[in-house]
């Protein structure tokens, strides 16, 4: 069974500072990849995905994550946070043989931008 | 857009009550999943359903069952609410990969939060 390690359960950062929330999977076969965003009281959005390419995927609200095949890595980052980021992350993952497309997902990384 | 409604955004209910949580999709995917999240513990996955009538186990289906009757609504159904389900519960659907040309993400309902007491 696939499990996801988001290694932090939170990241306190700076206004207009650069940020990495960490993603680590278990399988080493192929994968479907993705990032939710949660804002207090509502559902998950997705940021982005990973379904196959170019290794760096870029998302909304100026997102981007890396898909590391050999570490079983997918690491969102972006440049310069506001406030406004200040959510909870998902990572997830699906296998892309089990022919449901059930995501697996972290346990999630609070994202707090102070001033 | 994909829209994936919640029937409740907050339920509280008696210990031992029958509850029902209803979800709807406009879009026509043919998968739907009930999740269950906890702090500290992320989503898990309760039940899924890939058609009509056909459902599918999660990670932690003990004391739910679900009812897929139209392609559109998924149900979650607490038999006998305990104090451990209070919880937040996210509905999401999605296309099948087995069925279409593309792939997408799951899309989800806004979610109900069930306090039982």
């Known amino acids: 069974a696939q499990s996801v390690t988001q290694l932090d359960s939170q990241v306190p950062v700076f206004e207009e500072a650069p940020v990495e929330l960490r993603c680590n999977y278990s399988?080493?076969?192929?994968?479907?990849l993705f990032w939710y965003v949660q804002y207090p009281n509502q559902g998950l959005q997705l940021l982005l995905k990973?379904?196959?390419?170019?290794?760096l995927v870029k998302g909304i609200n100026g997102f981007e994550a890396e898909f590391n095949k050999s570490q079983t890595s997918f690491h969102l980052r972006k440049p310069s946070v506001h406030i406004s980021d200040t959510a909870e992350y998902f990572c997830?993952?699906?296998?892309?043989?089990?022919?449901?497309?059930?995501?697996?997902f972290g346990k999630g990384t609070m994202l707090l931008v102070s001033p | 857009d994909v829209k994936v409604t919640q029937s409740s955004r907050y339920l509280v209910k008696r210990t031992g009550e029958k509850v029902f949580l209803e979800c709807v999709q406009d879009?026509?995917?043919?998968?739907m999943f009930w999740y269950r999240q906890d702090p500290g513990l992320g989503l898990r996955l309760i039940y899924f359903s890939y058609d009509v009538k056909m459902k599918e186990k999660g990670d932690i289906p003990e004391g739910y069952s679900v009812s897929r009757e139209k392609k559109e609504r998924f149900s979650l159904i607490l038999e006998s609410a305990s104090t451990n389900q209070t919880s937040m519960y996210l509905c999401a659907s999605s296309f099948d990969p087995r069925f279409r040309a593309q792939i997408t993400e799951a899309f989800f309902g806004q979610g109900t939060r069930l306090t039982v007491v």
């Open positions: 879009m026509d995917h043919e998968n």
């Open positions: 997830a993952v699906s296998d892309r043989d089990s022919g449901y497309s059930t995501l697996t």
């Open positions: 990973y379904l196959s390419g170019s290794t």
């Open positions: 399988s080493s076969v192929s994968v479907y």
